[in-house]
């Protein structure tokens, strides 16, 4: 096997934490790659102007595969008042750094897995009909358009003449908020395009003719957005009629989305949706396996080979500064499995998975979350594992 090289962005927070640990996963289990150290994030946004700079641009170029660990986003406002003096009131304008690289690189395809962990104490139940509780087995796979819609970044406060003179021509603005002093006006656009709709389409009925399930499950609301959320559905179910004859295509609103997931999310295998709402019905599906610190993620495109692996969770920076890391490392480990995948090492991915499903089921080594307990350094005392402590426990399953 060549030797790789892989871009590492620890990010901020807990992101460095969690990625040390996953990298040492992977040593154990075999992968021998290079690491780069790739700067992304809020300092970086604080020093220089620049959360994704383009020394991390270039690594990206010329390697191709990266893991991120996680970021630090705030609002406006407060990104303003935190960069260095030096560069205030010279222009500059925080955008998230991964979304920014979403959009460069084109990684507009997103898939996100949430699948049960037998054992996993926060799995969810249900009571059924004779008293007793069922665990349903979830096994869902969220294709996300990751470049496009509610995050595509094109919007405007206090809009100029051009913008706003071109929304007075929608009859339903110029009745609605023509009303609106341009000065008070905010507006964020929801734009899909058929090419980037249909590839993200296409791969989530590849995967379920793969994975050999029946149908895929359009999540959006057309009932009431009705050219870009039309537009996605149509494209699903004339693929379904052209292309893809034994697959059928489910429409489901993103809001009866988050009460049937509850009901029954063993009912669900393939879900795809537009950028925001693959980000909600992904975070809500997490919720059903463990959380965040179970949730995972993988990013590419397929023109130009450029992936990136990561959580979803967040920088959670009121526990990075802990003398001891509490946090799950589940969810990163599980993004370097993804990872795995992608390179074609799927004896690695799989001996990993099998390691951290052991560990998950024997129970003995538990993160706070999975004990749930309230996220302060006392949960050592209460039982719960250290971060490196349960990705020590992964790597002796490996062992």
């Given at each position: 096997?060549?030797?790789?090289?892989?871009?590492?962005?620890?990010?901020?927070?807990?992101?460095?934490?969690?990625?040390?640990?996953?990298?040492?996963?992977l040593y154990a289990a075999g992968f021998e790659a290079d690491y780069v150290n790739g700067d992304i994030g809020w300092d970086f946004w604080?020093?220089?102007?620049?959360?994704?700079?383009?020394?991390?641009?270039?690594?990206?170029?010329?390697?191709?595969?990266?893991?991120?660990?996680?970021?630090?986003?705030?609002?406006?406002?407060?990104?303003?008042?935190?960069?260095?003096?030096?560069?205030?009131?010279?222009?500059?304008?925080?955008?998230?750094?991964?979304?920014?690289?979403?959009?460069?690189?084109?990684?507009?395809?997103?898939?996100?897995?949430?699948?049960?962990?037998?054992?996993?104490?926060?799995n969810f139940v249900r009571r059924n009909a004779a008293g007793g509780v069922d665990e349903p087995a979830v096994d869902v796979m969220i294709?996300?358009?990751?470049?496009?819609?509610?995050?595509?970044?094109?919007?405007?406060?206090?809009?100029?003449?051009?913008?706003?003179?071109?929304?007075?021509?929608?009859?339903?603005?110029?009745?609605?908020?023509?009303?609106?002093?341009?000065?008070?006006?905010?507006?964020?656009?929801?734009?899909?395009?058929?090419?980037?709709?249909?590839?993200?389409?296409?791969?989530?009925?590849?995967?379920?003719?793969?994975?050999?399930?029946?149908?895929?499950?359009?999540?959006?609301?057309?009932?009431?957005?009705?050219?870009?959320?039309?537009?996605?559905?149509?494209?699903?179910?004339?693929?379904?009629?052209?292309?893809?004859?034994?697959?059928?295509?489910?429409?489901?609103?993103?809001?009866?989305?988050?009460?049937?997931?509850?009901?029954?999310?063993?009912?669900?295998?393939?879900?795809?949706?537009?950028?925001?709402?693959?980000?909600?019905?992904?975070?809500?599906?997490?919720?059903?396996?463990?959380?965040?610190?179970?949730?995972?993620?993988?990013?590419?495109?397929?023109?130009?080979?450029?992936?990136?692996?990561?959580?979803?969770?967040?920088?959670?920076?009121?526990?990075?500064?802990?003398?001891?890391?509490?946090?799950?490392?589940?969810?990163?480990?599980?993004?370097?499995?993804?990872?795995?995948?992608?390179?074609?090492?799927?004896?690695?991915?799989?001996?990993?998975?099998?390691?951290?499903?052991?560990?998950?089921?024997?129970?003995?080594?538990?993160?706070?979350?999975?004990?749930?307990?309230?996220?302060?350094?006392?949960?050592?005392?209460?039982?719960?594992?250290?971060?490196?402590?349960?990705?020590?426990?992964?790597?002796?399953?490996?062992?």
């Open positions: 096997m060549a030797k790789r090289t892989i871009v590492a962005m620890p990010g901020d927070g807990i992101g460095k934490v969690v990625l040390d640990e996953a990298i040492r996963v604080c020093k220089e102007g620049n959360p994704l700079p383009d020394r991390t641009i270039k690594l990206l170029e010329e390697h191709k595969i990266g893991l991120f660990g996680a970021i630090t986003s705030k609002p406006k406002d407060k990104a303003a008042s935190e960069l260095a003096p030096e560069l205030r009131d010279k222009g500059y304008t925080y955008y998230s750094p991964i979304v920014t690289m979403r959009q460069k690189f084109g990684l507009d395809i997103c898939m996100r897995p949430c699948q049960t962990l037998k054992g996993n104490p926060l294709f996300r358009q990751n470049t496009e819609g509610l995050y595509g970044g094109v919007e405007w406060t206090n809009p100029g003449d051009q913008v706003y003179d071109a929304l007075m021509t929608h009859p339903r603005f110029s009745v609605n908020f023509g009303w609106c002093p341009r000065e008070e006006l905010a507006v964020s656009t929801r734009i899909v395009t058929k090419k980037f709709s249909t590839r993200i389409i296409r791969a989530a009925f590849e995967y379920a003719k793969k994975r050999g399930f029946d149908k895929i499950t359009v999540c959006e609301k057309p009932n009431v957005i009705r050219e870009t959320s039309g537009m996605i559905l149509k494209i699903a179910q004339e693929m379904s009629k052209n292309e893809y004859p034994n697959i059928w295509v489910e429409d489901v609103n993103i809001d009866a989305m988050m009460m049937w997931l509850t009901k029954n999310p063993e009912n669900y295998h393939v879900i795809v949706a537009e950028n925001m709402f693959g980000d909600i019905v992904s975070d809500a599906f997490a919720g059903l396996i463990g959380g965040l610190g179970f949730a995972t993620s993988a990013q590419f495109n397929p023109d130009s080979g450029v992936a990136v692996f990561e959580p979803t969770h967040g920088s959670a920076p009121k526990y990075a500064n802990f003398d001891t890391s509490i946090v799950n490392p589940i969810a990163m480990i599980m993004s370097a499995v993804m990872m795995l995948e992608h390179l074609n090492e799927f004896d690695m991915a799989n001996r990993i998975r099998k390691a951290v499903e052991e560990v998950v089921a024997e129970g003995k080594v538990r993160a706070y979350d999975m004990l749930k307990l309230k996220g302060t350094p006392e949960v050592f005392a209460q039982g719960a594992a250290s971060t490196h402590e349960l990705a020590e426990a992964i790597i002796a399953k490996l062992k």
